[in-house]
Antibody, heavy 116, light 107 residues
Framework: QVHLVQSGAEVKKPGASVKVSCKAS????????IHWVRQAPGQSLEWMGW????????GSSQKFQGRVTISRDTSASTVYMELSSLRSEDTAVYYC?????????WGQGTLVTVSS | EIVLTQSPGTLSLSPGERATLSCRAS???????LAWYQQKPGQAPRLLIY???SRATGIPDRFSGSGSGTDFTLTISRLEPEDFAVYYC????????FGQGTKVEIK
Protein backbone atom coordinates (compact mmCIF):
# COMPACT_ATOMS: atom_id res chain seq x y z
CA GLN A 1 0.00 0.00 0.00
CA VAL A 2 1.12 3.50 -0.86
CA HIS A 3 2.11 5.81 1.97
CA LEU A 4 3.54 9.31 2.08
CA VAL A 5 4.81 10.13 5.55
CA GLN A 6 5.84 13.68 6.37
CA SER A 7 8.09 15.09 9.06
CA GLY A 8 6.71 16.66 12.20
CA ALA A 9 5.44 20.10 13.07
CA GLU A 10 7.84 23.05 13.08
CA VAL A 11 7.90 26.44 14.77
CA LYS A 12 10.11 29.03 13.11
CA LYS A 13 10.90 32.69 13.54
CA PRO A 14 10.36 35.21 10.75
CA GLY A 15 13.27 35.21 8.31
CA ALA A 16 14.25 31.62 9.04
CA SER A 17 13.95 28.61 6.73
CA VAL A 18 12.07 25.34 7.15
CA LYS A 19 12.69 21.99 5.49
CA VAL A 20 9.88 19.44 5.39
CA SER A 21 10.38 15.85 4.28
CA CYS A 22 8.02 13.39 2.60
CA LYS A 23 8.98 9.71 2.62
CA ALA A 24 7.27 7.51 0.05
CA SER A 25 6.68 3.78 0.29
CA UNK A 26 4.62 1.10 -1.38
CA UNK A 27 5.53 1.93 -4.98
CA UNK A 28 8.52 2.63 -7.22
CA UNK A 29 9.60 6.07 -6.05
CA UNK A 30 10.89 7.35 -9.38
CA UNK A 31 7.69 6.48 -11.25
CA UNK A 32 5.62 9.39 -9.92
CA UNK A 33 6.34 13.04 -9.35
CA ILE A 34 5.70 14.64 -5.97
CA HIS A 35 3.96 17.97 -5.52
CA TRP A 36 3.75 20.31 -2.56
CA VAL A 37 0.52 22.03 -1.59
CA ARG A 38 -0.10 24.25 1.41
CA GLN A 39 -3.21 25.33 3.28
CA ALA A 40 -3.26 28.38 5.54
CA PRO A 41 -5.73 28.27 8.45
CA GLY A 42 -9.30 28.38 7.14
CA GLN A 43 -8.12 28.85 3.55
CA SER A 44 -8.12 26.88 0.34
CA LEU A 45 -5.34 24.74 -1.07
CA GLU A 46 -2.38 26.44 -2.74
CA TRP A 47 -0.01 24.70 -5.13
CA MET A 48 3.65 25.43 -4.46
CA GLY A 49 5.71 23.29 -6.79
CA TRP A 50 6.83 19.82 -7.76
CA UNK A 51 9.71 17.51 -8.54
CA UNK A 52 10.16 14.85 -11.15
CA UNK A 53 11.56 12.17 -8.85
CA UNK A 54 13.24 10.40 -11.75
CA UNK A 55 15.13 13.30 -13.34
CA UNK A 56 15.19 15.67 -10.39
CA UNK A 57 13.73 18.47 -12.49
CA UNK A 58 11.57 20.88 -10.53
CA GLY A 59 8.96 23.54 -11.14
CA SER A 60 7.21 25.98 -8.87
CA SER A 61 4.48 28.55 -8.70
CA GLN A 62 5.66 32.01 -9.59
CA LYS A 63 4.56 33.10 -6.11
CA PHE A 64 7.25 30.96 -4.50
CA GLN A 65 10.06 31.20 -7.03
CA GLY A 66 13.28 32.16 -5.32
CA ARG A 67 12.01 31.02 -1.92
CA VAL A 68 11.19 27.34 -2.39
CA THR A 69 13.63 24.53 -3.07
CA ILE A 70 12.38 21.02 -3.77
CA SER A 71 14.84 18.14 -3.82
CA ARG A 72 14.87 14.37 -3.55
CA ASP A 73 16.99 11.52 -2.23
CA THR A 74 16.18 8.50 -4.36
CA SER A 75 18.10 6.15 -2.05
CA ALA A 76 15.76 7.13 0.77
CA SER A 77 12.61 7.54 -1.37
CA THR A 78 12.23 10.96 0.19
CA VAL A 79 11.37 14.38 -1.17
CA TYR A 80 12.24 17.61 0.63
CA MET A 81 10.66 21.04 0.45
CA GLU A 82 12.59 23.97 1.86
CA LEU A 83 10.96 27.39 2.19
CA SER A 84 13.16 30.35 3.06
CA SER A 85 12.65 33.91 4.31
CA LEU A 86 9.63 32.80 6.31
CA ARG A 87 6.98 35.32 7.27
CA SER A 88 3.83 35.03 9.34
CA GLU A 89 1.74 34.49 6.20
CA ASP A 90 3.62 31.21 5.63
CA THR A 91 1.93 29.68 8.68
CA ALA A 92 0.09 26.74 7.15
CA VAL A 93 -0.20 22.99 6.85
CA TYR A 94 2.13 21.76 4.12
CA TYR A 95 1.20 18.61 2.19
CA CYS A 96 3.08 16.44 -0.25
CA UNK A 97 1.03 14.57 -2.83
CA UNK A 98 1.75 11.94 -5.45
CA UNK A 99 1.27 13.05 -9.03
CA UNK A 100 -0.88 10.65 -11.00
CA UNK A 101 -2.18 13.56 -13.02
CA UNK A 102 -4.52 14.27 -10.15
CA UNK A 103 -3.15 13.70 -6.64
CA UNK A 104 -4.08 10.16 -5.70
CA UNK A 105 -2.15 9.94 -2.43
CA TRP A 106 -1.36 12.64 0.09
CA GLY A 107 0.91 12.94 3.09
CA GLN A 108 -0.64 13.59 6.47
CA GLY A 109 0.43 17.23 6.46
CA THR A 110 3.04 19.19 8.40
CA LEU A 111 2.07 22.27 10.37
CA VAL A 112 4.59 25.07 10.05
CA THR A 113 4.06 27.98 12.42
CA VAL A 114 5.95 31.21 11.85
CA SER A 115 5.97 33.38 14.94
CA SER A 116 8.34 35.71 16.70
CA GLU B 1 -3.02 31.70 -15.04
CA ILE B 2 -6.27 29.74 -14.88
CA VAL B 3 -8.64 30.76 -12.09
CA LEU B 4 -11.24 28.30 -10.79
CA THR B 5 -14.36 29.74 -9.16
CA GLN B 6 -16.52 27.40 -7.10
CA SER B 7 -20.14 27.99 -6.18
CA PRO B 8 -21.91 28.15 -3.91
CA GLY B 9 -19.53 28.91 -1.05
CA THR B 10 -21.70 26.95 1.34
CA LEU B 11 -24.44 24.43 0.63
CA SER B 12 -26.84 23.59 3.49
CA LEU B 13 -28.59 20.29 2.89
CA SER B 14 -30.07 17.35 4.77
CA PRO B 15 -28.91 13.73 4.58
CA GLY B 16 -30.54 12.01 1.63
CA GLU B 17 -30.69 15.18 -0.47
CA ARG B 18 -28.87 15.78 -3.72
CA ALA B 19 -25.87 18.11 -3.79
CA THR B 20 -24.76 19.95 -6.91
CA LEU B 21 -21.42 21.80 -6.77
CA SER B 22 -20.11 24.03 -9.54
CA CYS B 23 -16.58 24.84 -10.70
CA ARG B 24 -16.09 27.45 -13.40
CA ALA B 25 -12.74 28.03 -15.11
CA SER B 26 -11.48 31.39 -16.40
CA UNK B 27 -10.56 29.71 -19.69
CA UNK B 28 -11.43 26.48 -21.41
CA UNK B 29 -9.83 23.37 -19.90
CA UNK B 30 -9.08 19.96 -21.23
CA UNK B 31 -11.59 17.69 -19.50
CA UNK B 32 -8.79 15.28 -18.74
CA UNK B 33 -7.26 17.78 -16.34
CA LEU B 34 -10.08 18.55 -13.88
CA ALA B 35 -10.29 16.82 -10.49
CA TRP B 36 -12.45 17.02 -7.37
CA TYR B 37 -11.29 16.43 -3.79
CA GLN B 38 -13.07 16.06 -0.48
CA GLN B 39 -11.52 17.37 2.71
CA LYS B 40 -12.69 16.83 6.27
CA PRO B 41 -11.41 18.85 9.25
CA GLY B 42 -7.90 17.89 10.27
CA GLN B 43 -7.44 15.56 7.31
CA ALA B 44 -5.61 15.67 4.02
CA PRO B 45 -7.76 16.02 0.90
CA ARG B 46 -9.01 12.84 -0.76
CA LEU B 47 -9.28 12.40 -4.51
CA LEU B 48 -12.86 11.77 -5.63
CA ILE B 49 -12.96 12.47 -9.37
CA TYR B 50 -10.28 12.84 -12.04
CA UNK B 51 -10.54 13.55 -15.73
CA UNK B 52 -13.74 15.48 -14.92
CA UNK B 53 -15.87 12.33 -14.67
CA SER B 54 -13.84 9.28 -13.59
CA ARG B 55 -14.24 8.10 -10.01
CA ALA B 56 -11.08 7.40 -8.08
CA THR B 57 -10.50 4.00 -6.53
CA GLY B 58 -12.94 3.20 -3.76
CA ILE B 59 -15.19 6.22 -4.30
CA PRO B 60 -18.91 5.37 -4.01
CA ASP B 61 -21.05 5.74 -7.11
CA ARG B 62 -23.20 8.41 -5.46
CA PHE B 63 -20.36 10.77 -6.44
CA SER B 64 -20.30 11.79 -10.09
CA GLY B 65 -18.52 14.45 -12.11
CA SER B 66 -19.47 16.07 -15.38
CA GLY B 67 -18.75 19.05 -17.57
CA SER B 68 -16.38 20.37 -20.19
CA GLY B 69 -14.82 23.59 -21.38
CA THR B 70 -15.23 26.07 -18.56
CA ASP B 71 -18.10 24.55 -16.56
CA PHE B 72 -17.77 21.47 -14.38
CA THR B 73 -20.08 19.90 -11.81
CA LEU B 74 -19.72 17.49 -8.91
CA THR B 75 -22.97 15.78 -7.94
CA ILE B 76 -23.61 13.76 -4.81
CA SER B 77 -26.83 11.91 -5.53
CA ARG B 78 -27.91 11.21 -1.95
CA LEU B 79 -25.94 12.76 0.88
CA GLU B 80 -24.68 10.40 3.55
CA PRO B 81 -23.61 11.74 6.98
CA GLU B 82 -19.94 11.25 6.08
CA ASP B 83 -20.27 13.45 2.96
CA PHE B 84 -20.53 16.69 4.90
CA ALA B 85 -17.15 18.26 4.18
CA VAL B 86 -15.39 20.81 1.99
CA TYR B 87 -14.97 20.06 -1.71
CA TYR B 88 -12.31 21.50 -4.00
CA CYS B 89 -11.92 21.39 -7.74
CA UNK B 90 -8.45 21.42 -9.28
CA UNK B 91 -6.97 21.97 -12.69
CA UNK B 92 -3.86 19.83 -13.17
CA UNK B 93 -2.21 21.22 -16.24
CA UNK B 94 1.39 22.39 -16.44
CA UNK B 95 0.57 24.58 -13.45
CA UNK B 96 -1.83 23.45 -10.78
CA UNK B 97 -4.75 25.50 -9.52
CA PHE B 98 -7.44 24.91 -6.91
CA GLY B 99 -10.83 26.50 -6.48
CA GLN B 100 -11.66 28.19 -3.19
CA GLY B 101 -13.89 25.33 -2.05
CA THR B 102 -17.54 24.61 -1.34
CA LYS B 103 -18.57 23.61 2.16
CA VAL B 104 -21.43 21.12 2.33
CA GLU B 105 -22.99 21.46 5.76
CA ILE B 106 -25.88 19.79 7.53
CA LYS B 107 -29.07 21.80 7.38
Amino acid sequence: QVHLVQSGAEVKKPGASVKVSCKASGYTFTTYGIHWVRQAPGQSLEWMGWINTGSGNTGSSQKFQGRVTISRDTSASTVYMELSSLRSEDTAVYYCARDAGAYDYWGQGTLVTVSS
Amino acid sequence: EIVLTQSPGTLSLSPGERATLSCRASQSLSSTSLAWYQQKPGQAPRLLIYGASSRATGIPDRFSGSGSGTDFTLTISRLEPEDFAVYYCQHYGTLRTFGQGTKVEIK
